[in-house]
């Protein structure tokens, strides 16, 4: 299977995070990591419209993939603002805060590119099996 790359872009609006995630599905298909890169996508669009400049009137977001055989690549661009994303310390009777929490228990890695003007937050993950050590 040879790799591609897809992105599209969407209004900064809590409508939209339903429609990210139809568009990874769409997609992707059925391959393999579905249900994560779904979660993925929907919780850093989430934080997206909720903690950036993407949020606000006439605001977007962009939501980019790359696959390949073994591996998803997942980022989301964001209009910036003034705090870096960073996982919050789980709260117990807080219902939200655990998004990049949840994406850097799922992915094999994430991080924070730009700055207060935009960023991308992107997360992948690999598809490949395990490889189990010789007994």
Not at 77 to 82: E, I, K, M, V
Not at 114 to 135: F, H, K, M, S, Y
């Amino acid at each position: 299977m040879s790799s591609w790359r897809m992105s599209r872009t969407f209004p900064g609006s809590p409508i939209a995070i339903a429609e990210a995630r139809r568009f990874i599905t769409t997609l992707l298909g059925s391959r393999p990591g579905i249900e994560d890169a779904e979660l993925i996508v929907s919780e850093l669009a989430t934080n997206a419209v909720r903690h950036s400049a993407s949020g606000r009137f006439g605001g977007c977001f962009t939501v980019a993939v790359q696959a390949d055989r073994d591996r998803i690549w997942l980022g989301v661009l964001d209009q910036g603002g003034p705090r870096s994303p960073h996982p919050l310390p789980p709260q117990e009777d807080e219902e939200g805060g655990r998004g990049l929490t949840l994406v850097a228990a799922v992915a094999a890695s994430w991080g924070v590119t730009g700055d207060e003007q935009g960023r991308i937050v992107w997360a992948a993950l690999n598809l490949a099996p395990r490889q189990t050590a010789a007994r």
